[in-house]
């Protein structure tokens, strides 16, 4: 423990400004990720662990797309419609198949598809290390605010991210396909019986879901290394967001992302060596008093 070290940061503005607008930049894309993971399982009940591996294939795509291009808009625009299609694609051929299976069936079927793309990746961009670079828009020095910095690119990302989510969130609150989305994660049958496509209902949702991990691995890849299997850990973490947040939450995500994102950052300094199980920790506290995660509710299909 080095809680001296992080008491120190945090009573510095320019260490702690630092270092939350840095959580808050993990916090924002793991947001993206999560949101898309939990919106998925709400509505279809499908336990999606392909999701980190549609993370990193946004992220190849962005980077392909930058590099042919040299357009930072169109590797955003390139990597959310691409992974929009692969969503509903492997929604329709594959998940489709399993609706209403065993949880072990959707694992087996989605890890398989882990390993796929991990390998499709190795096939057509190789195994090294790749780096996209930062698009000539952000190349520029550094905001200070209060002795801290703050990267330009670091901005745009926090409120790229913010945006997306807040037109998420009115989407599923106050439009007709956000009304029907709600009461399918409520009671699919009944929405089925009422006229409405359920088949398109179901690929859509997986189509935004992967649209935005489509999107998070865009922003991500101009201030992360590429490599296959990369979308592992953010997984693991969207998982722990969707636990904590609650199943279907936007709003939950959002919460749980930001905290888990203040926890990496801020315990970097304070707890180097148990990050991790601080943010388990902090899951299992959240399901021993809410099960259901903070946001989330029980739900009878």
């Not at 049958?189 to 865009?218: D, E, H, K, P, Y």
């Not at 994102?261 to 180097?272: H, I, V």
Request: proline share 3%.
């Amino acid at each position: 423990m080095e809680l001296g070290t992080l008491a120190n940061c945090l009573s510095s503005s320019g260490c702690a400004i630092t270092q939350i607008t840095s959580g808050l930049l993990f916090g924002m894309v793991l947001f993206l990720v999560a949101a898309g993971l939990s919106l998925i399982f709400g509505v279809l009940g499908i336990v999606n662990f392909a999701h980190g591996a549609f993370y990193m294939l946004g992220a190849y795509f962005a980077y392909t797309i930058f590099a042919v291009t040299g357009s930072f808009v169109l590797a955003i625009m390139g990597a959310t419609i691409g992974m929009a299609i692969v969503g509903v694609v492997f929604e329709r051929l594959f998940v489709s198949r399993i609706y209403g299976q065993d949880v072990l069936m959707q694992l087996l079927l989605c890890y398989a598809f882990v390993l796929i793309l991990d390998d499709g990746v190795k096939i057509i961009w190789g195994g090294n290390y790749k780096l996209m670079g930062m698009p000539t828009a952000f190349a520029k020095p550094p905001i200070f605010f209060a002795g801290g910095v703050l990267p330009l690119y670091y901005i745009f990302l926090i409120c790229a991210s913010a945006v997306i989510g807040l037109v998420l969130w009115l989407g599923i609150t106050y439009t007709m396909f956000g009304k029907k989305v709600r009461a399918a994660a409520i009671n699919p049958q009944m929405v089925s019986c009422l006229g409405i496509n359920t088949r398109l209902l179901f690929a859509s949702v997986f189509g935004i879901g992967a649209a935005l991990t489509g999107f998070a691995g865009a922003l991500a890849a101009p201030i992360r290394t590429l490599t296959p299997g990369m979308g592992l850990s953010i997984l693991i973490e969207s998982f722990i967001v969707t636990v904590i947040g609650g199943m279907g939450s936007i709003v939950g995500a959002l919460v749980a992302s930001i905290l888990i994102g203040l926890t990496r950052s801020l315990g970097q300094l304070g707890f180097p060596l148990f990050v991790d199980g601080v943010m388990f920790l902090i899951m299992a506290f959240v399901l021993v008093i809410r099960p259901h995660g903070l946001f989330g509710r029980s739900v009878t299909r």
